[in-house]
């Protein structure tokens, strides 16, 4: 009888073994599909945060450009406008009397 347990026993510590191997084996894959399901979120974040990067450069430049045009159009409008002034105080300077000009008509 004690045979028997004893089979019995090696029976039952060889099957919790068999099944301990297998929890660990599905352990262990489960654990490399997460890895690799982490390594691609964190791919597809890094692609997503260069295309907003790449996305925030490209406005801020050009943000930079309308800045440029914008401070060349105000010089401009400066030149223009003390042209303008100079012309009216040379022509005031002139007779004393002040002229206007409209349109290019006296």
Known sequence: MSLR???????????????????????ILKEREMQSYIEEREREVAERE??????????????????????????????????LMGTASSQDNQDGALEITVSGEK
Do not use: C, H, P, T
């Open 5 to 27: 347990i004893k089979a019995v026993v090696d029976k039952f510590v060889q099957e919790l073994k068999e099944a301990l191997d297998a929890d660990i084996q599905d352990r």
């Open 50 to 83: 260069a295309a907003w990067k790449a996305e925030l450069s490209r406005r801020e430049a050009e943000i930079a450009r309308q800045e440029a045009r914008l401070k060349m159009e105000k010089e401009n409008m400066e030149k223009e406008k003390s042209v």
